[in-house]
């Protein structure tokens, strides 16, 4: 397994299940995302969809909140409180960071789970949104406060948003500025599952065992498979259904899972 290194702003931990555990780790500024922890997700991320040791990722916030955003005010006020980044400065950031942060979760063939407790704002909210599977405390609030602040939304959220929620409920949460609980985040099909809150930790923690006993790599190319069908028609979606098929039926899971079928007993999956 590929060793991780923790960065400020984001621990970063292995076990021998085959969890990757990241955990966003700010908590006086309810673990909002800076340069360092977003470059930190990124490169771990990068390095995890090649990594064979890992079965499942949870990603988790320390103290009350999951995520509060991007700190913008805090990278303004580098360097002294006026300085201000250059002209294009976000338009050459954009790429590199949330623009590659979100799709990476999207296309890691590793199932990914999150636990929500408090905010998740902004990329908070979308990568949680990002998640396969996302528990949310009850009370947890969702907010996309873009136009709040008098900007357009970004890191996918007016492409994600709409293929979840659904235009009309998207264009509340983005134009309207509806905070969602974590109850109705999970009415919506943001969120996997609510639970209480003293609950999110190891419900979550559940969760991710479960997956990382599967058999990864059918939950990989199912993952894919799923991402890819609103893209694609039928005749090529049964094409790449076929393909998923194969490379998943050549797999050590695959034959014990059928002999586990067989013997008329739980498969023991092995991630391979």
């Known amino acids: 397994m590929t060793r991780y290194a923790s960065v400020p702003g984001l621990d970063v931990e292995t076990d021998d299940s085959g969890v990757l555990r990241l955990v966003l780790n700010l908590p006086g500024r309810r673990n909002a995302l800076d340069d360092s922890s977003m470059t930190g997700l990124i490169r771990v991320l990068e390095a995890a969809s090649t990594d064979d040791g890992l079965r499942a990722v949870l990603l988790t916030g320390a103290g009350d909140d999951f995520c509060s955003g991007f700190d913008i005010i805090g990278r303004n006020k580098r360097g002294g409180d006026e300085a201000r980044p250059r002209t294009g400065s976000i338009q050459r950031r954009m790429p590199n960071q949330a623009n590659?942060?979100?799709?990476?979760?999207?296309?890691?063939?590793?199932?990914?789970?999150?636990?929500?407790?408090?905010?998740?704002?902004?990329?908070?909210?979308?990568?949680?949104?990002?998640?396969?599977?996302?528990i949310a405390a009850e009370d947890a609030l969702f907010w996309y406060p873009f136009l709040r602040r008098g900007f357009t939304p970004d890191s996918g959220s007016t492409w994600l948003l709409p293929r979840i929620v659904g235009a009309a409920r998207a264009r509340e949460l983005l134009m309207l500025d509806r905070k969602l609980t974590g109850a109705e985040a999970a009415e919506w099909g943001v969120a996997h599952r609510a639970v209480p809150s003293p609950e999110v930790a190891e419900t979550a923690e559940e969760l991710a065992a479960r997956l990382a006993a599967g058999p990864t790599v059918a939950f990989g190319l199912t993952k894919g498979l799923l991402a890819a069908a609103p893209d694609h028609d039928l005749r090529r979606h049964l094409a790449d259904e076929a393909y998923a098929m194969e490379l998943s039926s050549r797999s050590p899971d695959f034959r014990e899972g059928m002999k586990a079928f067989v013997e008329r007993r739980s498969p023991d999956f092995r991630g391979l």
Do not use: S, Y
């Open 100 to 134: 590659r942060l979100i799709p990476l979760l999207l296309e890691l063939q590793l199932p990914v789970v999150c636990a929500v407790r408090g905010w998740a704002v902004g990329i908070g909210a979308q990568l949680a949104l990002a998640a396969d599977f996302t």
